[in-house]
């Protein structure tokens, strides 16, 4: 491998050198050895002037930029990252707000629950109040209408008897009479239901 690099340089220095004889008598002057000096000093001339050109004009303007944009770029990583903070704290105080919403809210629903369920009862203890006070009163009327009604029964059937005994006999018959006997029916009536 060596040998083929070394036996490679060889053919290559041999054509350069065959190329810059032909070139000399040619009227190639890149290749005439005798402006090799002038050309390498026009070279170094030019690449000189280049070099000082890139160094304390663009190549400054350049690094600036390079400079001014790291940080640029380093305020706008801060400011993301102030803003990114901020984002955070006002997620945690919405989600505060949110938590005190449903928890406020589940007061007020539980105090309308509470409220409703009073109402309620108190509303069906007031009706319950009013009904039992109704059949009371109701009760009391059937207690008087019990009470009354063998009376009323025994006035009816009195004078119902007398106009019925009027009426068969054709004069009128002892009050009296009729009466003792509708309370003693009654009474045997009244046994009969009550128990007596």
């Known amino acids: 491998m060596l040998v083929k690099k070394t036996l490679f340089s060889i053919f290559l220095y041999c054509t350069l050198i065959k190329t810059a004889l032909s070139a000399e008598s040619g009227g190639m002057p890149q290749l005439d050895p005798e ?23 663009i190549l400054p303007n350049i690094s600036s930029n390079l400079e001014n944009r790291k940080s640029q770029i380093l305020e706008n990583i801060e400011k993301a990252e ?17 938590y005190e919403s449903k928890v406020q809210a589940k007061n ?42 063998p009376e009323t029964i025994n006035q009816i059937a009195i004078s119902t008897s007398s106009d019925l005994l009027k009426q068969l006999i054709g ?21 009969k239901y009550y128990g007596v």
């Open 35 to 57: 402006f090799w000096f002038s050309q390498i000093f026009w070279l170094i001339f030019t690449f000189g002037l280049l070099f000082f050109i890139l160094s304390k004009f």
């Open 171 to 191: 004069a009128d018959v002892n009050q009296s009479n009729i009466s003792a006997i509708v309370e003693d029916l009654s009474k045997k009536e009244k046994g």
């Open 108 to 149: 007020i629903l539980n105090e309308a629950k509470k409220k409703i369920s009073e109402d309620i009862n108190n509303k069906k203890k007031l009706l319950e109040d009013k009904i039992n006070s109704e059949i009371k009163s109701v009760e009391n009327e059937i207690n008087e209408l019990r009470k009354r009604s």
């Open 82 to 98: 102030e803003q990114r903070q901020e984002s955070e704290n006002k997620i945690k105080e919405f989600d505060k707000i949110i």
